[in-house]
Every structure is written in C-alpha cells, then in structure tokens.
C-alpha cells in the first residue's frame, strides 16, 4: 500500500511556491524562466489530490518542467548575478570605488540563443509565431523611453521593425491591410505562413504609473532574439545581408525606411532606381559592346549576324546611363522564395505603374509600407521627412493623397500633369479589393464608403445569421454582375459555333422547362437540405433535363437566391423552436443540456445584435431620405 500523496496527481504536479524552493530563485527569475522557457501553470483535475489534500488556492506547475529548469544555464546565470549584485552593493556600502568598477564590469550577462532553437526545432515553427513578436516589438517602438523602458530597447524595436518592413517590401509578401479603432492591422504571406501584426496609430502614448514592464520586457527579450534569427534567414534567403547598413544621415533627417541601404551578398549594394527616371538617361548601345556581351554567353555568331541582330534590337536594347562604377539593379537572377510569392500573388504588382504624392499632413510611414508593397513609387512632403524621390510638381504623378478637410472657396489646386486626389482609404480598400477603385468616392471632402474588414467572410456570417454590411452585399452584387456578363459572354461565343437548329431547340426547351420549377427553387433557397435537391433531381428528370443543365440552373438560382440575401422564402420548418428545446432536454444528458442551453443562448443574443444592426441600418436609410427630400425641396 502506498503513502499517501507521493503518487498520481501530487506527484504530477508542484505548486509554485515548491517550485522556487527547489530552484532557490527569487519569484521574478521563476518568471523570467517560465517565460523564456515556454513553461505556463497547469490546471490539475482535480486541485484538492495535487496540493496533497490541501484545499487553499495554488498554481500548478508540471513536475517535469520544474526538474527541466534545474539544467538551464539560464538559472546558473541569475544566480551568479544575484553574487554580482551583492559584491556590489557591499563595495558601494564602503565607499571602495575603484573595487565597485572591477565588479561593474564583470558583470554577468546570459543569451538565450539555445532557447530559441530549443523552442523552434523548424524555421516554420519560428514563422507560425512573428505575430505576438511583431505587434509586441512595434508597440515598443511608438512608446517613449523612462525609467522603466529604455532608450536603447526602444531604438532596437524600431530598428526590428523596420527592417521586417523592408523585407516584406523587398518580396512583396503584403496580402491585407485594415484600419481599426485599435490600429492598423497587416497580413503578410511569407514561405506559405500568414503573419498577421497590429501597429498602433501614430499618438503620442501616455503609458500609466501603475503597469509593471518587467512582464512585458522579458517577452519582449525573447522576441528580440527570435526575431534576429529569423530575419537572418530570411535575407539570407533572398541573397541579401543582414543586417542591413544604416545611413546615419537620412536617419537623423527622418528618412524611416528609406535609410536602410540593402546589400547583395557579395555584389554591394542594392540600387532601387526609378524606372521612368532611368528613360531619360539612356545611352546608346554599341554594336561591338553587344557583341562581346553575347559572345560573353557563348551564343555568337559570325559578324554578320551579329550586326544584323544589334541593328534589330539596337532601338530597344538599353543600359543605363553614364557611370563607369556597375550598378546593381533591383533584381535577382535566381529564382527565390519571394519570386514564387510574386507569382503566385498577381495583385502584388497592382500599383506598379503609378506614382503617389503624400501630403504633409499624411502618416507617411504606413501608406509608404503598403504602396511600396505593391510595386508603387511614393514621394512625400519635405515636412515628412527627406529622401523623397520626387517632388510634388513632378508630372509622373498620378495619385495625390490627401487628407485634409476642404475649405469653401479655396482655390483649386494646380499641379502639372493629370493626377487624381484621393483620400488614404482609397489605397487600403483597393489592396483589399485587389483591383483599382474609382477616384471619386474617395475625393478630398467626400464621405467615404464603409471600410470592410478583409479577415471577415461574408458568406460564413450569412449562413451562421450574422450581420452583412450593405456595402458587402454591394460589392458582391457587382462582382456576381461582372461574372454573370462573363458567362453570358463565353455562352454567345459557345453558341456561335453550334448550328442554328440545335441552338434553337435548346433554346425553345430551355424556356419550357424553366418555367415551372419549384423544387429547385427551394434547392437553391436551402442548398444543404439534401431532401430539397433529391426532390429537385426528381423533378428535373420528369422533365428530360439533362444532369449537366440541372447543375447550371441549380446555380443560377442559388446565386439569386443568395443575392436576395433574408429576402428568401424558405420552406415550413418541420418542428419550432419550442419543441426542438423539449426533445433536446428530454433525449440529452445533464452535460449535454448545459452545453445545448449556452449554444441556444449565444446564438439567440447573435440574433438579437444582428436584428438591432437591421434596424439601425433602416433608420439610418430614412434619415438620408429625409434629408435629401428637404434638400431637393
């Protein structure tokens, strides 16, 4: 017979006071550890047989863990300060200055680099957890340094921040963007993994008396390790060094991103030129020039060909322009990482051929981010900091992004060239649109259209009941217009190439049969209801319609019906709430019936939200239309 509490689950686990008796540590380097270490508290079945009978309230920690944390050189190393400080406080308390700066500088310092490779055995472990990293290490970078941050964690955060910002320029890994009332999030794509931060507005930030850092700050010493490790793969993936040199000059004049200079591994440094700037300085291109180039590659000829071939391509072939040291574009010969993301995501390139203008009342660094991740070229007011490529008289402008209230009888602006002024929500929703918008919804002044969230599926929130905005079912009836003309275009074109008789016959047939189905229009109301659709099959085959044109009309009327949205009349339901409830309770467990009850009650209160948006949404629709009225009158 066993003693009591020296197996099962008072084995398994140990408080935490039992923990730092074992470890002899102080309560904050237990946490310390636990946080470097990936250790959280557990919670036991059943608490009264892991605290050994003992009924007082405790937190609960693994066994295992406890005797892991007793090998970390981690803990050797807290200890060894805690020596340090001790001689030192002690030789400060004596006044022997010249021993107090011996210690001072043996002071001991830990890494936690094998923690990081203990953590994330795979590059993609380390990927699937950049989004806690990231938004906590650009928090720290808005905030202010005092007493308990310091200036120097402060700096190295933004540093962390702009050089991700870089690399997910460089590769144009942006999928999402979304303004929130917390701030804005971003959605990246990089190596297959969805990376997903938040990055606060740019406030100034009052951080309160009472919030202790010292949580945050060891979370925030992990992620800065990890962090130097994976951006360390990730430019050395795309052939580029890391880290990436700082111009110290543009740094202090605010140049933000812009004073990071890329390097290639060993070619120097990386050269983003301006492709429309580079046409104006051509040169020509000589035929021996060409000539030793192809020769260079083993695909010469004899002279003659030679010469015919450069005075064919001599008028499209170019170099750029005058500089006898090589310039190394913004390009990689081998096919990398972020080529395969290119490819694979066409809307990356969708302002590749548009150049926008900031006014210096814009947040530069964020729309500076998401236009130069797809493809765009930005230049900003002087106010906004320098470097800017262009300036604001240049005719290659074609957006202007402003964002200031217009003041009634101003004078037009005047620019040269034609560009189009815009708001800076214009550039968000087109990004998540994936295509470009009219202008003059978003013109300086205007109200602007909702701003939906791209993390949000319309179509799941139909079906759970949940509340659609009218600008997604907008958008959606337009989408499902442009397709339906799409289809009615390739159906002509089929059409064509049939004879007129078949063409007829399908045609007269078609009509006579669409006239009366009405087991496939409630197919098409309740498409999961499998009894419906066998129904609607049945009544298809009554009428000889072919399987292939039953599942075209069956989508058709789908499509419609979801058009139509809550419109759509839906069969009698077999059995009403009320006695769905009773069977339930009759036919479930306790358990079960707890479980059911909080599911009824969550989806009631979801319905009660989504009927109060409606309403809302209503009277908002008649206070427009009042209002216009008294305009027009």
């Given amino acids: 017979m066993k003693r009591k509490g020296i197996a099962g689950a008072a084995k398994n686990y140990t408080t935490r006071n039992q923990a730092i008796k074992k470890l002899q540590c102080t309560l904050s ?10 250790i ?8 009264k047989k892991a605290n050994k009978g003992s009924s007082a309230p405790a937190s609960f920690y693994y066994s295992k863990d406890i005797q892991y944390l007793l090998h970390e050189p981690v803990l050797e190393k807290l200890r060894e300060h805690k020596a340090f400080a001790k001689k030192l406080s002690k030789a400060l308390g004596r006044g022997e200055w010249g021993l107090a700066k011996n210690i001072e500088e043996s002071k001991p310092v830990y890494r936690i680099d094998h923690i990081i490779k203990e953590r994330y055995p795979t590059f993609t472990d380390s990927l699937r957890d950049l989004d806690d990293a990231l938004s906590l290490i650009v928090l720290f970078a808005a905030l202010p340094a005092n007493t308990s941050i310091p200036a120097a964690v402060i700096s190295n955060c933004a540093r962390l921040a702009a050089q991700w910002q870089l690399y997910v320029m460089r590769t144009k890994a942006l999928r999402k963007v979304f303004l929130s009332i917390k701030g804005i999030y971003f959605q990246a794509e990089i190596q297959g993994q969805t990376v997903t931060w938040l990055v606060p507005y740019m406030f100034t930030q009052h951080i309160p008396s009472d919030l202790d850092f010292r949580i945050m700050l060891t979370f925030l010493e992990l992620y800065q390790t990890l962090l130097g490790f994976v951006f360390f ?20 004049n605010g140049a933000g991103i812009g004073a990071l200079l890329l390097e290639e591994t060993g070619k120097g440094l990386v050269v983003v030129r301006d492709e429309s700037a580079d046409e104006t300085e051509k040169k020509r291109v000589y035929a021996k020039d060409v000539r030793k180039q192809i020769h260079a590659i083993g695909l010469g000829g004899n002279d003659a060909a030679e010469k015919a071939a450069v005075e064919e391509d001599e008028a499209m072939v170019t170099l750029p322009a005058a500089s006898d040291e090589p310039i190394d574009l913004d390009v990689f010969a081998s096919t990398s990482a972020s080529d395969l993301q290119i490819a694979l995501a066409p809307t990356t390139t969708l302002f590749t051929s548009y150049f926008f203008y900031l006014s210096r009342e814009v947040t530069r660094p964020t729309l500076e981010f998401v236009i130069r991740s797809f493809g765009g070229q930005v230049g900003w007011d002087a106010v906004l900091g320098a470097g800017s490529p262009f300036l604001e ?21 005047e620019h040269p060239g034609k560009r189009a002024y815009i708001q800076p929500q214009w550039v968000v929703d087109c990004i998540n649109r994936g295509t470009l918008l009219p202008a003059d919804d978003y013109r300086p002044g205007a109200t602007l259209p909702p701003h939906l969230s791209p993390f949000v599926d319309e179509d799941e929130v139909r079906n759970r009941g949940g509340y659609v905005p009218m600008e997604a079912n907008r958008i959606e009836d337009i989408e499902m217009a442009a ?19 078949e063409e007829e016959a399908f045609v007269s047939t078609f009509k006579g049969k669409k006239a009366a189905a009405p087991a496939l229009l409630a197919a098409a109301a309740d498409p999961k209801n499998e009894s419906l659709l066998h129904a609607a099959e049945l009544e298809a085959e009554s009428r000889g319609v072919a399987p292939a044109q039953f599942a075209a009309e069956l989508a058709a009327e789908t499509k419609k019906a979801k058009k139509a949205g809550g419109k759509v009349v839906k069969g009698p339901k077999k059995v009403d709430r009320s006695q ?5 309770s009759i036919m479930l467990t306790g358990k079960q019936k707890k479980l059911y009850k909080k599911m009824a009650y969550s989806q009631d209160r979801k319905a009660e939200e989504t009927a109060k948006l409606q309403d809302r949404r209503k009277a908002i629709e008649k206070e427009k239309k009042k209002a216009a009225l008294k305009q027009a009158l």
């Fill in 40 to 47: 959280y508290p557990r919670e036991p079945r059943s608490r």
């Fill in 29 to 38: 380097d237990f946490r310390r550890l636990c946080i470097l270490k990936g």
């Fill in 393 to 413: 008289n240049d005719p290659r402008i074609t957006h202007h992004v402003v964002d200031r209230p217009v003041v009634a009888g101003a004078a037009p602006r």
């Fill in 233 to 252: 793969k990730l430019y050395t993936d795309i052939n580029l060094v890391y880290p990436p040199k700082l111009d110290d000059i543009l740094d202090e």
């Fill in 483 to 501: 397709g339906e003309v799409d289809e009615d275009e390739d159906d002509d074109d089929e059409d064509d190439e049939d004879d007129e008789e």
């Fill in 580 to 584: 769905e409830e009773q069977l339930a």
